[in-house]
């Protein structure tokens, strides 16, 4: 049974501050919470259905807590619309970063993305590029945000997201010889440009693409043209489908 201060408990994950002190996210869905499972992710509270516990044969081991519930008391507990048989209280990850590990294949670099669906978007497409590590400026959207996690589909638990001085780390990083490609207008066109088998790719943010500060560190500026040439259109992509795009051709030169 939940207790009126579970309750409250899961909803405030909702909040940035509450997560941070808490050090715990909110995991909710059948698929999600099996994805924790799965990917060895420590279970503060396990919060299921009595079928969903005996359908998927949950032992007391995959959690320090294990609650039973009522679809009612899910109805309650949940930030879903549409709530299913299962939400979990996640421990976060203790990760270190490393720089030279980060950057000994492809890497993602996110400036200031705003947006959850955007940021769940580009950690599901890093997941299926096989990138994984995600460098993000300090002032981009919370990885542990509830609907960064429900867009990442799964991805969340097999991607490494880390925030720092995304600056610094860019400097550090083409200081070693590391290529830094950025998306912008002005770039040479995507399919013909080269296109190295590492480096750093970075994704600016939506409205206002890649900061002046960021911008100065990319030793090769990119672009994704139009079709036909000269077509006077959409002014620009959605940044989780330009980041698509920049993977996909990065990925397919590798098979040449």
Request: charged fraction near 20%.
């Amino acid at each position: 049974m939940l207790s009126k201060n579970k309750i409250r408990f899961i909803q405030s994950l909702a909040r940035k501050k509450i997560r941070e002190q808490e050090k715990v996210f909110l995991v909710e869905g059948n698929k999600m919470v099996l994805e924790a499972i799965e990917a060895g992710r420590q279970l503060k509270t396990l919060c299921a259905t009595s079928g969903f516990l005996a359908e998927n044969n949950i032992s007391p081991q995959m959690a320090t807590e294990v609650i039973e519930v009522s679809p009612e008391e899910m109805q309650k507990a949940s930030l879903l619309q549409t709530p299913q048989q299962a939400l979990a209280v996640v421990n976060m990850p203790e990760q270190h970063f490393n720089l030279t590990d980060s950057t000994q294949d492809l890497a993602l670099a996110l400036d200031f993305i705003q947006d959850p669906g955007n940021l769940g978007t580009i950690i599901r497409l890093a997941d299926w590029f096989g990138i994984r590590h995600i460098l993000c400026s300090e002032n981009t959207v919370d990885c542990f945000n509830p609907k960064v996690i429900q867009s990442s589909m799964g991805a969340i638990f097999r991607v490494e997201v880390h925030y720092l001085n995304l600056v610094e780390t860019l400097k550090m990083a083409a200081a070693s010889g590391t290529k830094i490609f950025g998306t912008f207008l002005e770039g040479e066109n995507l399919y013909k440009h080269p296109l190295s088998k590492n480096g750093i790719l970075v994704m600016g943010n939506e409205g206002n693409g890649i900061s002046e500060e960021v911008a100065r560190m990319v030793t090769d500026k990119v672009h994704i043209p139009a079709f036909p040439g000269g077509q006077t259109g959409s002014e620009s992509l959605n940044v989780a489908t330009a980041t698509a795009i920049c993977c996909a051709e990065f990925r397919r030169r590798m098979m040449d």
